[in-house]
């Protein structure tokens, strides 16, 4: 008896798989810098480093500093070394307070332009822009003294305004 | 665009019976495969020195000052460029040096190389560019800056950004 070969069971595997699709990127960014560098004169800053303080001051008496060093205004300015400016004061008339206001007023030698501070000063007059030049190594210092007259029947009390310092370059 | 892939496997016992042997057959449906769709930011955008009251101009075709951006893509693909541009460039202290933009200040590159070959283009509207064989395109950008006559000195730098639209083929 012959052994008649079997055909061994087909097998048959099917498997399907489907590839995730590739999810193509619709967008992109890119980001570069726009550089210059510019020669050109130092900026010019003011900063506030003293008030102007009057002290006690007696009701019915004008009253200025005693000492400029001390009690007068002062700015300290920066910039370009040697260059011309311009400087205005924005110059308060009164200085208000509990009881009210009391009149403050400057005078053409209120201004002041330190050579160095505190040993030397001139003079100029607040109420208009004055012109100078910023020194050699970069620096000017300004200050600003004036006089207070509180009227006799002032009450007792503090009283403050604000002086504002404008500079620039010509 | 939609890409799916399938294999088939089908292993099937063919003919006289061979015990354990097999015949194999694989059919595999070919799927394309989408280039990575990159924007590059290669050179920035540089002034040099700039002298105070002198307006200064980069032109977008100058390899060395003007921006060098790079999009890659597919092949032959068509795409949208938008700029982000400033108005001025910024000092660490503050100042600001104004810079503009205008018709002729983007040049889009199909030299791929020195002198640069192009189109040029006004960078503030949208650009439809097709990419080249390659798949890249460059696109270089100028400008003109314009300093006060009493701009401060010392440096200024601003961001300057593309955002790139793939359109397809």
């Known amino acids: 008896m012959s052994r008649v070969p079997r055909l061994l069971p087909a097998v048959a595997t099917l498997a399907l798989v489907l590839a995730s699709p590739a999810t193509a990127q619709t967008t992109a960014n890119a980001s570069i810098q726009a550089l210059a560098f510019v020669q050109g004169v130092a900026p010019i800053t003011a900063t506030g480093v003293n008030d102007l303080d009057f002290g006690i001051v007696l009701a019915g008496t004008p009253t200025s500093p005693t000492s400029l060093a001390s009690q007068a205004g002062r700015w300290d300015i920066t910039g370009e070394p040697g260059a011309p400016l311009t400087a205005s004061l924005t110059l308060p008339v009164t200085l208000d307070g509990a009881g009210g206001s009391i009149p403050i007023s400057f005078s053409a030698t209120d201004g002041l332009q330190w050579n160095p501070f505190p040993t030397t000063s001139t003079t100029f007059d607040p109420n208009i822009p004055y012109l100078t030049n910023i020194d050699g190594s970069g620096n000017l210092t300004l200050g600003i003294s004036g006089t207070v007259s509180p009227p006799a029947a002032t009450t007792t009390g503090n009283y403050t305004g604000t002086i504002t310092l404008t500079v620039s370059y010509l | ?169």
Do not use: C, W
Request: proline share 10%; charged share 15%.
């Open chain 2, 1 to 169: 665009m939609m890409h799916a892939s399938a294999s088939v496997l089908l292993a099937v016992m063919i003919g006289t019976a061979l015990p354990y042997a097999a015949a194999a057959q694989v059919s595999r449906i070919p799927g394309v495969v989408p280039r990575p769709f990159t924007a590059i930011a290669h050179k920035d955008l540089t002034f040099g020195q700039v002298l105070p009251g002198i307006p200064e101009t980069v032109r977008p075709d100058d390899v060395r000052h003007a921006g060098l951006f790079e999009v890659q893509g597919m092949a032959d693909g068509v795409v949208r460029v938008e700029f982000l541009l400033p108005d001025a460039l910024v000092a660490p202290f503050g100042a600001l040096l104004p810079i503009a933009f205008g018709h002729g200040d983007g040049f889009a590159d199909f030299s791929r190389g020195r002198p640069p070959r192009g189109l040029r283009f006004d960078p503030r509207t949208p650009l439809i560019a097709t990419l080249g064989p390659n798949g890249r395109l460059l696109i270089r950008l100028g400008g003109t800056v314009t300093p006060a006559r009493d701009q401060a000195g010392g440096p200024y730098h601003a961001a300057v950004s593309i955002t790139v639209y793939d359109l397809g083929i």
